[in-house]
């Protein structure tokens, strides 16, 4: 056969007999491919659902369309998330970075891409902001630095080259708020000029000064949160430092912590924990009462494995929503990264059970109506 002539007209050609062939495998498949999913929630009942676990990434495979619908997603070489530990949100985005390869993932569900960052800029990428512009910044602790790359992924300067151990950034306004590990303080830089401003988290007594921290995360107001490894307890600050709050002790029950790294906060005030220790993500009001858990460490869908960071966001919900169950209105969006385990982000949905017409006059609120507090007292 010469693979370049045209065939003989009247004879079939190879591809339509192939899919011919292949046609009744592809039926057959599609409906195997798709069992009843078990419906993972938290609180698991009789609590009122505020959690579902809808789906996980851990390759291009789970992003990008495959070239024929009978065959199986695949992954390039270096599409694959080995050890990812930071994860950052914008738009139809996420980013991802994977410490062992020292490469940055850019995934997009409405393209279904995925996309990597150049590799020789980085040494040992942990954690990611991203500012309004679009800019990217690593804290990449190999380098002693903090690394901005511009949208497109094209490094644009190194920051922070004072900081001896950077493990997270977060930026607020003209301002860029870097965890030193080391020093055991948050320094701030100016946004345009990237020169040190001021240092907080060392003022205020013994028990709410930083000690090894290791993640933070800014409010919509402000107010800065940090993780500490030291002494298992959460520190809330303004952007001066003075100490608003700091709740949290060693132990291993709930509303104590084992090694908190990831933190975030959500448009609510909501502060979601992540416990590395423990394997399970802690959810606080700003009285900070625990309201509820969820994860915890196994193999079966929605546990984690080697918890490290969090994102929250309202963007991609239409995406997401249809892993959903029928019955339960996602309202946002939770990425956790996992550093070992099958699944390396866990993707889950914040809301509530819908109300039928029916239930109506008869089923107490839930989700936003109704306080988590009852799902922490367990009533």
Same mark, same amino acid.
């Given at each position: 056969m010469h693979p370049h002539?045209?065939? &003989?007209v009247g004879k079939p050609t190879f591809k339509?007999? @192939?899919?011919?062939? +292949?046609?009744?495998?592809?039926?057959t498949g599609c409906a195997l491919n798709k069992p009843a999913k078990e419906t993972v929630y938290f609180p698991p009942a009789p609590n009122p659902p505020h959690l579902?676990? +809808?789906?996980?990434?851990?390759?291009?495979?789970?992003? *990008?369309? &495959? @070239? %024929?619908p009978f065959l199986p997603n695949t992954a390039e070489p270096g599409e694959t998330l080995s050890k990812p530990y930071g994860i950052a949100v914008r738009g139809s985005k996420i980013y991802v970075s994977d410490t062992p390869f020292a490469q940055l993932s850019a995934i997009d569900f409405e393209q279904k891409t995925y996309a990597l960052f150049r590799q020789d800029a980085m040494q040992t990428p942990i954690n990611i902001? @991203?500012? $309004?512009?679009?800019?990217i910044?690593?804290?990449?602790?190999? *380098? #002693?630095?903090? %690394? $901005?790359?511009?949208?497109?992924?094209?490094l644009q300067r190194t920051l922070a080259r004072e900081i001896t151990k950077p493990t997270d950034v977060a930026i607020y306004g003209d301002e860029i708020f870097v965890v030193d590990y080391s020093s055991s303080e948050v320094k701030v830089l100016d946004r345009k000029s990237g020169n040190l401003i001021r240092s907080i988290g060392r003022e205020g007594k013994p028990d709410e000064t930083l000690s090894l921290p290791t993640n933070l995360a800014l409010d919509k107001n402000g107010f800065v949160y940090v993780t500490n490894l030291g002494h298992n307890r959460i520190i809330k600050m303004d952007r001066?430092? #003075?100490?608003?709050? &700091?709740?949290?002790?060693?132990?291993?029950?709930?509303? $104590?912590? &084992?090694?908190?790294?990831?933190?975030?906060?959500?448009?609510?005030? %909501?502060?979601?924990v992540v416990d590395a220790g423990h394997q399970v993500v802690q959810i606080f009001n700003q009285d900070a009462q625990l309201l509820m858990f969820f994860g915890e460490r196994g193999s079966k869908a929605g546990t984690l494995n080697l918890p490290a960071d969090i994102a929250i966001s309202r963007d991609n919900l239409e995406y997401f929503r249809r892993f959903a169950d029928p019955a339960f209105e996602v309202e946002q969006l939770i990425f956790v990264t996992n550093q070992a385990g099958p699944r390396k982000i866990s993707v889950y949905g914040f809301g509530h059970q819908k109300v039928s017409a029916q239930q109506n006059n008869t089923t107490p609120p839930l989700g936003n109506n109704a306080p988590l507090q009852a799902v922490a007292a367990g009533k």
């Open positions: 002539r045209p065939n &003989a339509p007999f @192939l899919l011919l062939l +292949l046609l009744p495998f592809w039926l579902q676990y +809808l789906t996980s990434i851990s390759s291009a495979a789970d992003v *990008k369309p &495959a @070239l %024929l902001a @991203l500012d $309004q512009e679009g800019n910044y690593v804290a990449d602790t190999g *380098k #002693k630095a903090v %690394l $901005q790359f511009t949208p497109e992924g094209d001066t430092g #003075k100490v608003m709050k &700091a709740f949290g002790e060693t132990g291993d029950r709930p509303g $104590q912590f &084992a090694r908190p790294k990831g933190i975030a906060v959500d448009d609510d005030g %909501l502060i979601y």
